[in-house]
């Protein structure tokens, strides 16, 4: 039987094809270049998009709900941590050696049989104003992590105060279902889209 991990991988690869795909037709004034060195992808660089004008290039970092096929959820998971060998790891939404300028988040995946995609949904995340706008909500990681202290044995959705549960986001403890444990901020896509810092691309 094969890992996880291995299927995981399989199933990146084949989404990338599509998402290639929808990059040509829907971001025209760009070229795109998809990174494969382990540095840069350990740094959120998974693909390039490059002005043809201004020759502006920016870092993309593709994150996919590829637990969820046929499925379209209206949030996205934004990791804070996890656990590994029982000790606690930041996640990428914080981390400062990430250069990612760009999430690039494909949901609603669908396929027609197994690991054969037909469409998805993507949105494009402005990770500065993400940060920014989180920093004006005092949602910090001070205060997330405040909120993961106090709740260390919780699984499921936690709601805060700093966020409209319904309308906004929350933070979610995947204590159960997960072997790495991981704490991530639920956030609304239309909410983001709603405040500037998201595009739907398709």
């Known amino acids: 039987m094969k890992s996880k991990f291995t299927s995981d991988l399989r199933k990146e690869k084949k989404l990338s ?19 494969h060195d382990m540095k840069s992808q350990m740094a959120g660089i998974d693909i390039l998009f490059s002005h043809k004008q201004t020759k502006a290039v920016f870092n993309i970092d593709e994150k996919a709900q590829l637990d969820y096929i046929n499925e379209d959820l209206p949030t996205f998971a934004f990791e804070l941590g996890y656990y590994k060998v029982e000790n606690y790891k930041e996640g990428w939404l914080f981390d400062k050696n990430k250069k990612t300028d760009f999430y690039s988040l494909a949901t609603a995946i669908y396929e027609d049989e197994p690991n ?27 205060v997330l992590k405040g909120y993961c202290d106090a709740n260390i044995e919780r ?25 790495e444990k991981p704490i991530n901020l639920i956030l609304k896509l239309d909410f983001l889209i709603e405040q500037g810092i998201a595009k739907r691309l398709v």
């Open 155 to 179: 699984h499921g959705k936690l709601k805060i105060k700093e966020l409209n549960t319904r309308t906004e986001g929350y933070l979610y403890f995947s204590k159960n279902n997960k072997s």
């Open 17 to 35: 094809h599509l998402l290639d795909v929808y990059y040509k037709k829907k971001i025209i004034h760009y070229d795109t270049c998809r990174v």
């Open 116 to 142: 054969i995609f037909t469409s998805c949904k993507i949105t494009l995340v402005n990770r500065k104003m993400l940060l920014g706008f989180l920093d004006k909500k005092a949602i910090s990681q001070k």
